[in-house]
């Protein structure tokens, strides 16, 4: 499945590589795209990976996901 969210709260290269991590940690994602400038990530994941438990993930990390 792919999953786009927006991300709130990115500066910069630094907090692009916050949200990948935090992203790829998750179980079941097998990879995330994560773009400062159109302030969204694409997650490509498993059926058993949720919104929540996406939008958890970013905000752990200190950001915002929509």
């Given at each position: 499945?792919?999953?786009?969210?927006?991300?709130q709260?990115?500066?910069?290269?630094?907090?692009?590589?916050?949200?990948?991590?935090?992203?790829?940690?998750?179980?079941?994602?097998?990879?995330?795209?994560?773009?400062?400038?159109?302030?969204?990530?694409?997650?490509?994941h498993?059926?058993?990976?949720?919104?929540?438990?996406l939008?958890?993930?970013?905000?752990?990390?200190?950001?915002?996901?929509?």
């Amino acid at each position: 499945m792919k999953t786009t969210l927006t991300i709130q709260g990115m500066s910069c290269e630094h907090c692009v590589a916050h949200v990948t991590k935090a992203l790829t940690g998750l179980n079941g994602v097998n990879s995330a795209k994560v773009s400062l400038k159109d302030n969204n990530a694409e997650v490509d994941h498993g059926d058993n990976v949720t919104l929540e438990q996406l939008k958890d993930a970013v905000s752990e990390a200190g950001y915002e996901a929509l």
